[in-house]
């Protein structure tokens, strides 16, 4: 359990709260982020002052000046990780110290404030305690969305002095609409995500917005992710659209690319590297370039590819397409190594399998 958190809430429930039979309905079929709960954190930031005015309110609008600094500067950065149901009616989330020492790291990127690791867990337990009964049963999640935006208002290029930090849930299912068990990606070879000294190791909304003209060009084509190369040669994986990538060879081993200030340092991605190396599997964070993706999946070389992170967990692919035509990886389907990891993963998550690593937070 976390420790007390040094900003203090209050709450302020919801006047009228969604119905016990409306909420059923809709936890059917959420779809992914499509849907919310009833409730929201926010925690208000101002320069002399400090974190402060910490409240569990109605999820509601966000009053708005045209002039908010986010608007014109975009000082944004948010997170994503999920809430789980556990056998005995409590819920827990996936290491999400590991969340929020990353949001610290895209904060400081952006010449934003630091939010104490201790509030950010904190404020995600107040959000998954009032809204509880949000959270799916079966193979559903409850969706955290913690973010924070400069809210000062003002014109001119220089930090805000004011921020908001918010939290919103989403009841989630399955994030790819495709039914395949495997999806199929469209390698930019034109448009980049991330350019060494940029932003692309912070999460922020701009490296995603960047992604959507080549994510609408996969679409085009058929694909349900796009995946980006290095911004320098072309030449090398870097990773999707809004996940990370591995690589299974036909000797076990894997590969995954290096860190180095352009990839994102998914939290799904070093699990995934935990997970690997606890099974004796060999991993390397290693470049590798596109052309020899081509050759290795010709040659059976490479068996499998997988994408992976909070909202696609292990998602196999199956076929990669560009500009210099398709090919199938394996049997074009999912492999057997991603789903052992996938499983493997998912039992820890959701409290079916020891959790030696320590990773699961238990909020109630």
């Not at 974190?51 to 708005?64: F, L, N």
């Not at 990886?329 to 052992?340: A, K, L, M, W, Y």
Request: glycine share 10%.
């Amino acid at each position: 359990m976390s420790q007390p958190s040094p900003v203090e809430f209050v709450r302020h429930p919801h006047p009228a709260p969604t119905t016990p039979e409306q909420r059923t309905a809709i936890l059917r079929d959420p779809g992914f982020g499509r849907v919310f709960t009833d409730h929201m954190v926010v925690i208000r930031y101002t320069e002399g002052k400090g974190w402060h005015d910490a409240r569990i309110t109605a999820r509601a609008p966000i009053p708005m000046d045209p002039a908010s600094a986010v608007l014109h500067y975009s000082q944004e950065i948010f997170e994503g990780l999920k809430a789980y149901r556990t056998a005995d009616g409590g819920a827990v989330m996936f290491r999400p110290l590991d969340n929020a020492r990353r949001f610290q790291k895209s904060a400081e990127r952006l010449a934003m404030p630091s939010l104490p690791e201790q509030v950010f867990v904190d404020a995600l337990d107040q959000l998954v305690r009032i809204d509880r009964d949000w959270i799916p049963d079966g193979d559903g999640s409850l969706y955290l969305r913690p973010f924070m935006f400069a809210s000062e208002v003002f014109l001119g290029v220089k930090p805000s002095s004011e921020y908001l930090f918010i939290v919103i849930a989403s009841p989630v299912g399955s994030y790819f609409k495709s039914k395949d068990s495997a999806v199929s990606v469209w390698v930019s070879q034109e448009l980049t995500r991330a350019a060494p000294g940029g932003t692309g190791a912070a999460k922020c909304g701009g490296n995603y917005a960047a992604s959507l003209l080549a994510q609408m060009e996969a679409g085009r084509h058929g694909c349900e992710q796009v995946v980006f190369l290095d911004a320098v040669e072309r030449r090398w994986i870097e990773e999707l659209g809004g996940m990370n990538i591995f690589f299974v060879f036909n000797d076990g081993s894997m590969l995954t690319p290096p860190l180095g200030g352009t990839i994102l340092p998914g939290i799904t991605r070093a699990s995934i590297l935990a997970l690997a190396r606890d099974m004796n599997i060999a991993v390397r964070e290693e470049p590798y370039a596109f052309d020899q993706w081509r050759a290795d999946a010709a040659s059976g070389h490479l068996k499998e590819t997988f994408a992976c992170g909070t909202a696609a967990v292990l998602t196999p692919i199956g076929t990669v397409k560009s500009r210099d035509g398709d090919f199938v990886i394996g049997n074009g389907g999912s492999g057997e190594q991603t789903d052992r990891l996938k499983s493997a993963l998912i039992e820890i998550q959701r409290c079916r399998a020891p959790d030696p690593h320590g990773w699961v937070h238990r909020v109630f």
